[in-house]
Every structure is written in C-alpha cells, then in structure tokens.
C-alpha cells in the first residue's frame, strides 16, 4: 500500500514539473511582449543666421577680373586685360583699375578703412600711392558703391558685390599688358556692433 502512494506521488509530480517551467519560461516572454518601446523626440535647433560680413573679392585690372591670390602671366591672359573679349579695335580708352567687396548686411554708416598697395608703374605712380596704410575711417556707402563700370568685374551674380574704385584714366593710345605688372594688395577693415571685420586681397600681374 505504501509502495503504491509512493508511486503515485512520484508520477503526479513528474507530470506538474514540466508545466511549471513552461510557466515560468512563458512569463518573462509575455512581459517583455507588453513592454512599449520609446519613441525617439527629434529636437529641431533653431536656424542661426551667419550675420555680417566682408570679402575682398579681387581686382578688376582694365578687362580683367584677378580673384585674391590669382596671377596674371598667360598671353591669353593679358590679352583680355588689355583689350578685352569682343574688343578687336585695340586697346581701350580708358584705364581703369577696381576692386570688389563683397558685403553682407554691412550698415552703411559702419565705419571703414582700406590700405592698399600697387605697383609703381607711370600709371599709379601718377594717380595713387604705392603703398597706404590703413585711412581714417569713413562710413562705408562712402568708401564703397554698388555700382560697375561693366569692366573688370566678378563673374557670377552681383548681389552683394560692391565696387572700390582705385582710379581711372584716359589715354588715348591705351596701356600695354606690363604697364600693369607688379603686385596688389587691398584691406578693409569694418567695425559692425563693436565687432571688427578684416579682408585682404593680392593679386600678381607678370606680363611681358
């Protein structure tokens, strides 16, 4: 009699065993099912404007445009300083010799120096100094317009461009290409809400 409650003890908890650990296997599934996953929030920074600023662009030497760094030495290239694209007539009349700015909202009474630096050729020797350090400060609508000569200037869009004159001159034979040569160089300096902004722009002519 014992025998036999003992056997029946032995094979009720075999059969309880397995399905309490198919139960307890079961239970951590289930909870992890429920479980809800986050969602991810995309913070949006606000879009932060670059505010002012000045580039000196380069030079309009007669017919051509130097960007800042730029040398002039090709035959082809001094050909166009001189008589420009679709100018089969010769040299032109005038001479002139520019730079470019480009400015971002600069106000137009923010106060503005420029040094410059040209080659002394018979041209500039008359008409500039060879070198200028930094000028007394004038409002910057007075040291700069936004208006071209159509010669020498920046390809591309003008927006934002503004033009410096260096001078000009009339000569009714014209320059030649190496009446141009030497080094240039231009400065600005703009003061905007206390805050200073500096430019500087070189450019080389080597023409023979």
Same mark, same amino acid.
């Given at each position: ?6 056997? =029946?003890? !032995?094979?009720?908890? %075999? @059969?309880?065993? *397995?399905?309490? $650990?198919?139960?307890? +296997? ?10 809800k ?17 000045v ?21 082809a ?6 008589q ?8 032109p009349?005038?001479?002139? =010799?520019? !730079?470019?700015?480009? %400015? @971002?909202?600069? *106000?137009?009474? $923010?106060?503005t120096? +420029? ?72 400065e !600005? ?20």
């Open positions: 009699m014992r025998k036999g409650l003992l056997m =029946l003890t !032995v094979l009720m908890l %075999a @059969i309880a065993l *397995p399905s309490a $650990a198919s139960t307890a +296997i079961a239970a951590p599934s289930a909870h992890i099912a429920k479980k996953k986050k969602k991810k929030h995309h913070h949006h920074k606000p879009a932060t404007t670059a505010g002012p600023s580039d000196v662009l380069g030079f309009g030497i007669n017919h051509l445009f130097v960007a800042s760094g730029g040398t002039v030495s090709s035959a290239d001094c050909s166009t300083m001189v420009g694209n679709g100018y089969p007539y010769g040299p009349q005038n001479i002139y =010799l520019e !730079v470019y700015v480009k %400015a @971002i909202d600069i *106000p137009a009474d $923010a106060p120096q +420029i040094g410059e630096s040209d080659p002394e050729t018979d041209y500039t020797r008359r008409l500039t100094a060879a070198t200028t350090p930094l000028s007394p400060a004038v409002p910057f609508s007075q040291a700069f317009g936004t208006d071209t000569l159509g010669f020498g200037t920046p390809p591309g869009s003008q927006k934002d461009i503004f033009r410096g004159g260096l001078f000009s001159e009339n000569d009714p034979n014209g320059p030649s290409a190496s009446d141009f040569n030497g080094s240039y160089s231009y !600005v300096s703009v003061d905007v809400d206390g805050k200073t902004l500096d430019s500087t722009a070189t450019a080389t002519v080597s023409c023979s």
